[in-house]
């Protein structure tokens, strides 16, 4: 088991894979399917994001769809806590709530079951990127219209000259890879 947060980021870092020019041309696509695959790796990055979130009594994980499922599934566990889908519009059954946010080639709209949180419940969104904001700062949104209290955000991966902190600010980031 690595010993510091420097060791854990540079086995991550060794797990995901760069591919150049997808979904489009001058973009790097930073694919996490190496780590997933990795059992060692996997259990480091959940291990890394629940010893950084300790301080935190989180009664809620919400993952964002789709990546943010296994990640935010996996923490839950560790943490002994819930686990609530944030999911794409159309994607959930029950009464819902929803918020668009912007993309950089659009607009999306995330959704969460209108009872996924308890009032004053403490929160933690997970995806595996962070890289504009966006769909963070609406899954933030939409777990704080339940009166849930968002605690931090978790990110495997953090693109920082997207600058997506600007959007989350007031909150705990934890991101175990930076590029």
Known sequence: MPHNSADVERILREKIRAIPDYPKRGIIF???????????ATKICIDEMAKRLSRYKIDYVVGIE???FIF???LAYKLGAGFVPARKKGKLPYSKISRDYALEYGNETLE???DAVERQSNVVVVDDLLATGGTASAAGALVESLGGRVVAYAFVVELKDLGG???????????????
């Open 30 to 40: 930073r694919d996490i399917t190496p780590l997933l695959k990795d059992k060692n």
């Open 66 to 68: 789709a990546r943010g």
């Open 72 to 74: 935010g599934s996996l």
């Open 112 to 114: 969460m079951h209108d």
């Open 165 to 179: 902190r600007s959007k989350l600010t007031g909150k705990d980031i934890v991101s175990i890879v930076t590029y």
